[in-house]
């Protein structure tokens, strides 16, 4: 078995936490966008005006769970998080979908 040393782990840590921060920041930013607009759009409002409404309301999003991520104490509570909020969206967009359900 090979040793890792501290430093190696910090710097994978480091990275995971980077890579975290902007490509899950993103995607989960927009699949929160997506069924934000969803929602809105159920509620009565007009389409334009949901999307034009949530894609404001997406900075915020995807800024408050960049900082989350680089709040959290460990790089796999982060990962852990990020898929655990992901797959509600998922299931909620999916939902939301004109023509998804039966």
Request: no cysteine; net charge positive.
């Amino acid at each position: 078995m090979i040793a890792v040393s501290h430093t190696a782990r910090s710097r994978w840590s480091q990275a995971s936490r980077v890579i975290a921060g902007t490509l899950g920041a993103f995607a989960l930013a927009s699949l929160a966008t997506t069924v934000l607009s969803l929602v809105l759009a159920a509620l009565g409002a007009s389409r334009a005006d949901a999307v034009t409404i949530a894609l404001m309301a997406s900075s915020i999003i995807f800024a408050l769970i960049s900082l989350a991520v680089f709040h959290a104490h460990s790089a796999a509570r982060v990962w852990v998080w990020l898929t655990g909020t992901a797959l509600p969206l998922s299931i909620v967009t999916w939902a939301l979908l004109p023509g998804a359900t039966p």
